[in-house]
T-cell receptor
Framework: NAGVTQTPKFQVLKTGQSMTLQCAQD?????MYWYRQDPGMGLRLIYY???????DKGEVPNGYNVSRLNKREFSLRLESAAPSQTSVYFC??????????????FGDGTRLSIL | AQKITQTQPGMFVQEKEAVTLDCTYD???????LFWYKQPSSGEMIFLIY??????QNATEGRYSLNFQKARKSANLVISASQLGDSAMYFC?????????????FGAGTRLFVKA
């Protein structure tokens, strides 16, 4: 049971380069999320997708774009990487229902460094 | 606007004692869920406990309990009989219901240190 799979696990970019972080889940969850976690800090929501075909901005969307490719996959793209985007990126998925006690399931994270 | 606040950047507790980690929240959605996660130094997110906005009783899961005070918009985590393995970052999170698009945000976290 893979859960939430993120690729790559590590990446180093130069300022101005672009890249896409991939995320896939096999739990048939409707909702998917992208967070960033800076050292010693909490998770900040970048974008989320409540269901296939919809995406919404979170707390810190600037500099990022997302694509909900299908129910399983939710990708995060950095069009022109900046040093301020150096962080650990987590993808998560969850059951959609607001009353649900099912927690988010997280990937292992992508450690991204931008020089 | 949806907001989660954890005001304790760091906490120390003696092994075998109880500790309370604070969390306050704000939302206009009447349907929401509150979650606590543990993040050890290895980095993974471990789900601990859940409280729904319509739940009448405080949630409990083993040594974890949630002191839910809806009127005060607080959802404090209580860890009883602390163990050395409890040393970690702890995050409070809130998921809104359909009105909020199931958006889920996290607090800044509290780093807990358990002393032997």
């Amino acid at each position: 049971n893979a859960g939430v799979t993120q690729t790559p696990k590590f990446q180093v970019l130069k300022t101005g380069q672009s890249m896409t972080l991939q995320c896939a889940q096999d739990m048939n969850h409707n909702s998917m999320y992208w967070y960033r976690q800076d050292p010693g800090m909490g998770l900040r929501l970048i974008y989320y997708s409540a269901s296939e075909g919809t995406t919404d901005k979170g707390e810190v969307p600037n500099g990022y774009n997302v694509s909900r490719l299908n129910k399983r996959e939710f990708s995060l793209r950095l069009e022109s990487a900046a040093p301020s985007q150096t962080s650990v990126y987590f993808c998560a998925s969850s059951d959609r229902t607001g009353f649900s006690n099912q927690p988010q399931h997280f990937g292992d994270g992508t450690r991204l460094s931008i020089l | 606007a949806q907001k989660i606040t954890q005001t304790q950047p760091g906490m120390f507790v003696q092994e075998k004692e109880a500790v309370t980690l604070d969390c306050t929240y704000d939302t206009s959605d009447p349907s929401y869920g509150l979650f606590w996660y543990k993040q050890p130094s290895s980095g993974e997110m471990i789900f601990l406990i859940y409280q729904g906005s319509y739940d009448q009783q405080n949630a409990t899961e083993g040594r974890y309990s949630l002191n839910f005070q809806k009127a005060r918009k607080s959802a404090n985590l209580v860890i009883s009989a602390s163990q050395l393995g409890d040393s970690a970052m702890y995050f409070c999170a809130m998921r809104e219901g359909a009105t909020g698009g199931f958006k889920t945000i996290f607090g800044a976290g509290t780093r807990l240190f358990v002393k032997a």
